[in-house]
């Protein structure tokens, strides 16, 4: 054990959280326990919708119940902590809880990149290859397509918090952030954090470069057939299919970005916690109001409910 370090049992890390000015503190925990309350009502409230109605039993609405699913889940993961420290005196997490919020944080963070994805391919199937979307977007392709967006998800949180657990932290134990971040947490290492920076280049350059290639192809092509489309009535249907997902696809991905491709600064991880709370707190409220809101098929289902 290096010198100075501290055992696993009693080693713990003091969260800075989102802001030091105590008089907002207070307005922050009502607007994000606001923003928690939506997002659990609201995708609460749309995987059951999905799963009560069988006419939203298609392949697009079986990934927007997982969306709804992981958006849920990995809002809980962060979110009440958050609201804790925000009324709390010392915002304190222990080594285990913070290796386990990564670990959750990173899983469900890649399993959202992964269901946009896929989300992606299936309007382009179902826009520009119509006739072939019940052959080829069958159940059993849709539910390999979920096992590899979990399986994948669980690599590469485990591949992150692995790294992770390899380092050594000493007397330094205050996180520039208000959860269990990657880049704070490396900040804090007193050993070579090499593998780690690898690790983390390798997986979000993957996660962000491999569905933004896919879903910009897919849209390239879903725009091209749309402007093609000479009935002025399938015009603004074909794109009511896709405008809601290339929404969150472009808040999701933007701030996601911007957190991990700006340079390291103080400033700039400051400016990097305010673009996490888009992806980590506003994504997941934004999913069901927009499919909602913007979707016709659920409008039917919520006024029939």
Same mark, same amino acid.
């Given at each position: 054990?290096?010198?100075?370090?501290?055992?696993?049992?009693?080693?713990?890390?003091?969260?800075?959280?989102?802001?030091?000015?105590?008089?907002?503190?207070?307005?922050?925990?009502?607007?994000?326990?606001?923003?928690?309350?939506?997002?659990?009502?609201?995708?609460?409230?749309?995987?059951?919708?999905?799963?009560?109605?069988?006419?939203?039993?298609?392949?697009?609405?079986?990934?927007?119940?997982?969306?709804?699913?992981?958006?849920?889940?990995?809002?809980?993961?962060?979110?009440?902590?958050?609201?804790?420290?925000?009324?709390?005196?010392?915002?304190?997490?222990?080594?285990?809880?913070?290796?386990?919020?990564?670990?959750?944080?990173?899983?469900?963070?890649?399993?959202?990149?992964?269901?946009?994805?896929?989300?992606?391919?299936?309007?382009?199937?179902?826009?520009?290859?119509?006739?072939?979307?019940?052959?080829?977007?069958?159940?059993?392709?849709?539910?390999?397509?979920?096992?590899?967006?979990?399986?994948?998800?669980?690599?590469?949180?485990?591949?992150?918090?692995?790294?992770?657990?390899?380092?050594?932290?000493?007397?330094?134990?205050?996180?520039?952030?208000?959860?269990?971040?990657?880049?704070?947490?490396?900040?804090?290492?007193?050993?070579?954090?090499?593998?780690?920076?690898?690790?983390?280049?390798?997986?979000?350059?993957?996660?962000?470069?491999?569905?933004?290639?896919?879903?910009?192809?897919?849209?390239?092509?879903?725009?091209?057939?749309?402007?093609?489309?000479?009935?002025?009535?399938?015009?603004?249907?074909?794109? =009511?299919?896709? $405008?809601?997902?290339?929404?969150? !696809? #472009?808040?999701? @991905?933007?701030?996601? *970005?911007?957190?991990? %491709?700006? /340079?390291? =600064?103080?400033? $700039?991880?400051?400016?990097?916690? !305010? #673009?996490?709370? @888009?992806?980590?707190? *506003?994504?997941?409220? %934004?999913? /069901?109001?927009?499919?909602?809101?913007?979707?016709?098929?659920?409008?039917?289902?919520?006024?029939?409910?």
């Amino acid at each position: 054990m290096a010198k100075g370090s501290l055992s696993e049992e009693s080693r713990e890390f003091i969260l800075v959280g989102l802001t030091d000015y105590s008089e907002i503190k207070l307005p922050f925990f009502f607007l994000f326990l606001g923003i928690y309350t939506v997002t659990v009502a609201g995708n609460l409230g749309l995987i059951a919708l999905i799963g009560l109605n069988f006419h939203l039993r298609t392949p697009m609405y079986y990934f927007l119940l997982n969306l709804s699913f992981v958006d849920l889940c990995y809002s809980s993961v962060i979110t009440p902590k958050l609201l804790v420290n925000l009324v709390s005196h010392m915002n304190i997490i222990s080594y285990r809880g913070c290796m386990t919020q990564l670990f959750f944080y990173c899983f469900f963070v890649s399993a959202e990149c992964y269901v946009l994805t896929v989300m992606a391919y299936d309007r382009y199937v179902a826009i520009c290859r119509p006739l072939l979307y019940t052959v080829t977007m069958s159940p059993q392709f849709c539910s390999l397509l979920a096992a590899v967006v979990y399986v994948g998800a669980f690599i590469g949180a485990w591949a992150h918090t692995g790294c992770m657990l390899r380092l050594t932290f000493c007397h330094a134990n205050t996180i520039n952030h208000y959860m269990c971040e990657i880049l704070p947490l490396l900040e804090l290492s007193c050993t070579s954090t090499h593998v780690n920076e690898l690790v983390v280049f390798m997986l979000v350059g993957f996660n962000m470069a491999v569905p933004t290639l896919t879903i910009s192809v897919s849209y390239t092509f879903i725009i091209s057939i749309v402007f093609h489309i000479r009935s002025t009535a399938g015009r603004p249907k074909a794109f =009511s299919t896709w $405008s809601s997902h290339i929404i969150l !696809v #472009s808040i999701f @991905f933007g701030s996601g *970005a911007f957190m991990f %491709l700006h /340079p390291s =600064s103080v400033l $700039s991880m400051d400016q990097g916690k !305010v #673009s996490t709370v @888009f992806y980590t707190l *506003a994504v997941p409220m %934004l999913n /069901p109001l927009i499919f909602s809101f913007r979707n016709k098929e659920v409008k039917v289902a919520l006024k029939k409910s």
